[in-house]
């Protein structure tokens, strides 16, 4: 791996961009070190926009094999069906020392070795949105040929943008369906929380505002004191109070059963999307 690597992202939409931007503003690589390819002048623009304007190919016109000429790592970020058939079409383009990176959910490291082919040196990682602002949640794993420095690269550039875990490939099942998924669920829990709130007398902006920081308090409180989420959720829980009041409703209705199922249900599509 060279010094200063150029990273590639072919296919630049929401995830990409979401790292790529998350790359270029903690400063792990400047603009100049980081490229994009896509057919549509809107998601190439929403790319540039995003990253500070780094460069970006044009699909439709030899962009993606201009851009795995120029990336000493090229990140795989198209949609899972799309991946074979990208490895395929940009074999005779790429560096012959690139390290491959797919970010698509359920394609597995033997999918992604024999299209890349012989001696490919690939890296298989999960990330999250959250990365565009510093707080992503990552699981990875490194295919046959890759090495602990290439590893130890990609876990480099994930802790730039939040928290790396490096797990077997069966357990990225898991990892997708807690952490790739995820913030979704958060998204969703925040939005019912603000709504409920409106419905309470709020304003929509006031009820958004504490929603959110509410929720981000209570992640940094596990992350920061180690404590168990239900001894904190305790502390919270006056005797004939509020929140047990509030807790006790949650759980008629079936939070974490919902939960469960939700977290099942990705982790199943997940495996099943490695097989279409
Ligand atoms: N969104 C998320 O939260 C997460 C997504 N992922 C994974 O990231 C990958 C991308 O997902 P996401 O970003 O959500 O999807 P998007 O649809 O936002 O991004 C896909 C990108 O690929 C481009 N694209 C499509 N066809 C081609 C082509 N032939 N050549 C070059 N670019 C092409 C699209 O642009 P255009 O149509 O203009 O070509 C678009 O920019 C998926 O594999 C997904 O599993 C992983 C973790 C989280
Ligand atoms: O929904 C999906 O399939 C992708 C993978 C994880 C998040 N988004």
Request: charged share 20%; proline share 4%.
């Amino acid at each position: 791996m060279t010094n200063d690597p150029t990273i590639g992202f072919l296919g630049c939409g929401k995830m990409a961009t979401a790292l790529a931007g998350g790359l270029v503003k903690t400063g792990f690589a400047g603009p100049e070190r980081v490229l994009g390819s896509a057919r549509s002048a809107a998601s190439r623009d929403a790319f540039a926009a995003g990253t500070g304007e780094a460069k970006t190919f044009d699909a439709t016109d030899g962009g993606n094999a201009q851009l795995a000429a120029a990336s000493d790592v090229l990140v795989l970020s198209v949609k899972p069906y799309q991946l074979r058939e990208m490895l395929r079409a940009t074999a005779n383009d790429r560096k012959p020392e690139a390290l491959i990176v797919s970010v698509a959910a359920g394609v597995t490291l033997e999918t992604l070795e024999a299209a890349a082919g012989k001696g490919a040196r690939v890296v298989r990682v999960m990330p999250n949105t959250p990365s565009l602002v510093g707080a992503g949640a990552a699981g990875f794993t490194r295919g046959t040929h890759a090495t602990a420095e290439d590893a130890a690269f990609v876990r480099s550039m994930l802790e730039c943008v939040g928290v790396a875990e490096e797990v077997s490939e069966p357990l990225l099942n898991a990892v997708t369906a807690v952490s790739g998924s995820g913030p979704a669920y958060g998204f969703l829990f925040l939005e019912a929380l603000a709504d409920a709130g409106v419905k309470a007398g709020l304003p929509r902006d006031t009820a958004q505002r504490l929603a959110a920081a509410t929720l981000r308090g209570a992640a940094a409180m596990v992350e920061e004191t180690g404590e168990h989420p239900a001894v904190l959720k305790d502390r919270v829980c006056s005797p004939g109070g509020t929140t047990i009041a509030a807790v006790a409703a949650l759980e008629e209705h079936g939070l974490r059963r919902a939960v469960h199922a939700a977290v099942a249900a990705a982790a199943a599509r997940s495996k099943e999307m490695a097989n279409e």
